[in-house]
């Protein structure tokens, strides 16, 4: 293809993407193909030659198409949601199309500088201090693994990444045990080890970390000769919301002088607005936030904001400079690769700066507050059904059930099939979690064209596919 030929079917694509965004709610949410279906309509073998957009496109609607589930469908209501509002895809475009890699100052003066004002942008949307600074990362679970290398390193001195983990004491790193799967994985990456991951109990309608369990288990692993590293918070768990007591739990981790990570990957949009802040007291004290404005905000894919109290801790962890990649003769300015384990970065600035001058502040904070009332609101209706149970409390948008009507016997089994049958319906898409052993069905709505409509007409769906059932 020759540029020349290029914004014809450039044309083709944004009316493609409009058309698609415009009637995305008259398709099932969930893709309805089998296991296969899209690999086996996929030549085994790369064409010899080259074919024309014509085929490529049609087949991309052909074969592509009936195999995605819908993300931006105004009533996906499962997992959490993954927006892209209108102006942040056409920024995405627009950073596909200059295709800069930021991972220095100076291999884009401009990306580098728009994400410094746009981290700071939304340290201010969500009202941190200005002793924060914030990059750029690619998803939650890369924030939470360089947060907990930090911990790592300064708890040993800044000696593990020369010397490595052998021979020194075993480092502790603690988190309730309503934490997502991300924190695990950062542990194991950064050679800490599973079993140095403690779990601490929960507590309470928000089933948060209990302080003082916090605290006996921080004496037991001093009495046992470990080390204590950090703590992890968790606010707005992925299965039903779970919220630590944020003061209490960084009063004991600052009694034993431990690194603070807050993984608030999906609420942290919700912090836009004041009124749900009380949701995280005292979080200006923690060390490093991460949330993500490609969950709830409307940012387009991937966009993860990780705010630092103290940067230099983490520049210190991870910054690598061989002469090839040193910028002489600048001072002042930010290689926000020394802030993250990759060194190429995409223009993700970009985004958040058209949605934002889009939307406004308020205007983003309007969508959440709509999203958090029609759920209550949904909340509400389904509590009146005498056959149906609310497993959870609401936590921002989020909230768990489960259909216990009498002649159930297995209510495991029947909520499992509850689910499934609504998601082959093509609707409404829900997902399950395990709440204290038992099978239950989450909903949260976040969706960015969702309507009060797409919400409440989920009390349908959710009523009468599960009384077909018995
Ligand atoms: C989604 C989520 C994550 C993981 O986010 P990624 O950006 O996909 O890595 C981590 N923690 C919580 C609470 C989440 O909801």
């Not at 949904?378 to 497993?391: Q, V, W």
């Amino acid at each position: 293809m020759k540029w020349n030929e290029f914004s014809e079917w450039g044309r083709k694509v944004a009316d493609w993407t409009q058309d698609y965004h415009l009637t995305v709610g008259d398709r099932p949410v969930r893709a309805m193909t089998e296991p296969g279906q899209v690999l086996n309509a996929l030549p085994q073998t790369p064409p010899e030659d080259g074919e024309g957009m014509e085929a490529i496109f049609r087949d991309f609607e052909d074969i592509v198409m009936p195999g995605i589930t819908h993300w931006q469908h105004p009533r996906f209501f499962a997992y959490f949601t993954s927006n892209a509002a209108a102006p942040s895809v056409l920024a995405e475009f627009l950073a596909s199309a200059i295709a800069p890699q930021c991972m220095l100052w100076q291999t884009s003066p401009a990306a580098t500088e728009m994400e410094t004002r746009m981290m700071d942008w939304l340290r201010q949307a969500l009202d941190l201090p200005d002793q924060f600074q914030g990059v750029i990362q690619d998803s939650a679970s890369s924030a939470t693994l360089a947060a907990v290398l930090t911990m790592r390193e300064k708890a040993l001195n800044w000696q593990g990444n020369s010397q490595g983990l052998f021979g020194q004491k075993a480092l502790r790193i603690y988190c309730s045990s309503e934490v997502h799967t991300s924190i695990d994985r950062a542990i194991w990456v950064a050679g800490i080890g599973q079993q140095n991951l403690i779990r601490i109990p929960i507590k309470g309608d928000w089933r948060g970390m209990d302080p003082d369990a916090l605290e006996a288990a921080i004496q037991a692993a001093l009495a046992a000769g470990h080390q204590p590293a950090g703590v992890i918070l968790c606010v707005g768990g992925t299965g039903v919301g779970a919220t630590d007591p944020v003061d209490k739990v960084l009063d004991v981790a600052e009694k034993h002088g431990l690194y603070t990570h807050v993984d608030a990957a999906w609420a942290g949009s919700a912090m836009i607005c004041p009124e749900y802040r009380h949701f995280w007291p005292g979080v200006e004290r923690a060390d490093s936030i991460v949330f993500n404005p490609h969950k709830w905000l409307g940012v387009q894919f991937d966009c993860s904001a990780h705010f630092l109290k103290n940067p230099d801790d983490l520049v210190q962890t991870l910054a690598i400079s061989p002469e090839y990649l040193k910028t002489h003769g600048h001072d002042g300015i930010i290689n926000y690769s020394e802030w993250s384990v990759p060194l190429g970065r995409r223009f993700r600035a970009l985004k958040i700066w058209f949605l934002i001058r889009t939307y406004g502040v308020e205007g983003l904070r309007q969508r959440l507050r709509n999203h958090i009332n029609w759920s209550n609101q949904l909340h509400e209706k389904l509590k009146l059904e005498p056959d149906f149970e609310i497993t959870s409390v609401p936590m921002w948008s989020l909230w768990s059930f489960r259909y216990t009507p009498d002649s159930a016997a297995d209510l495991d089994d029947l909520n499992l099939r509850l689910v499934n049958a609504i998601n082959d319906d093509g609707r409404i898409y829900l997902t399950q979690t395990r709440l204290d052993g038992d099978l239950v069905i989450r909903f949260q709505a976040g969706q960015f064209e969702t309507t009060e409509t797409d919400v409440m007409m989920a009390f349908d769906v959710i009523t009468e596919i599960a009384r077909s059932l018995t």
